[in-house]
C-alpha cells in the first residue's frame, strides 16, 4: 500500500477531513521484525555520542577509531556529511552513521513495523524538522488538525515540559515534531 493512499485511508478513519501533503512528511521504511544485533566499526579519528539523533543533542561520549560497536536500529535525521542516518547504539545513545562502517547487515529502521497517528493540537500550526530539536532546521510545517503518520519517538529538548519528539513516515525523509504539540490517536508510537 502506498503512503498516499495510507494517509488517505488514516484520514478517513479519524475523520479528519485534510491529508497531509507527500512532500510534507518523512520517508522512514517500517521496521523489519528481526531484532538481532548489529555490529558498526567507528571510522572517524573521534566520533560524539549524543543523547537523541542529532548534533544538536547533548553529548553523551566518543568513540575513537576502530572501536567496533552495537547497534540497535536506525532513524532519519539531519544530515551529517551527506548521510542523514543516525544509529542508535546498545546502550540507547545515538551516533551519525557517517562515520560507521557496518560490520555485516545494516541495522533496520526504528520503530515496531506499524504506523502510528497523532492529530496537531498547536494553536495555528506545528513546525516540521531536519530533527528531534528546535535547533535543526525547519523543512515545513503542519496545520492544526491535521492527522500524522507517526514511525516512534526518542527524548530530547523539551518544549513547554515535554520532551518527546515524534519521527513521521513517508515522502522527503527524516522529519521530526514536538509531541507537545502532538495528540496521540489510538496507541502512542514506541520509542525509537
Known sequence: M????????????????????????????????????????????????????????????????????????????????????????????????????????APRFCGDGREYSGKVIAQKSLAVRSGPSTANLKVSSAPRGIVLPIVCKVDNQKIDGNARWYQLTGDGGGQWVSARYVSNVGAAPPYC
Request: glycine residues 10%; proline residues 5%.
Open 2 to 105: 502506498n503512503i498516499r493512499h495510507r494517509v488517505r485511508k488514516l484520514a478517513v478513519a479519524v475523520g479528519a477531513a485534510t491529508v497531509i501533503p507527500l512532500g510534507m512528511i518523512a520517508t522512514a521504511p517500517l521496521a523489519q521484525a528481526s531484532h538481532a544485533p548489529y555490529e558498526g566499526k567507528v571510522t572517524a579519528s573521534s566520533l560524539n555520542v549524543r543523547s537523541a539523533p542529532t548534533g544538536a543533542s547533548a553529548k553523551a561520549g566518543s568513540l575513537s577509531r576502530g572501536t567496533t560497536v552495537k547497534l540497535q536500529c536506525k532513524v532519519i535525521g539531519p544530515r551529517v556529511g551527506g548521510n542523514d542516518l543516525w544509529y542508535k547504539l546498545a546502550n540507547g545513545n545515538w551516533v551519525t552513521a557517517r562515520y560507521v562502517s557496518n560490520v555485516g547487515k
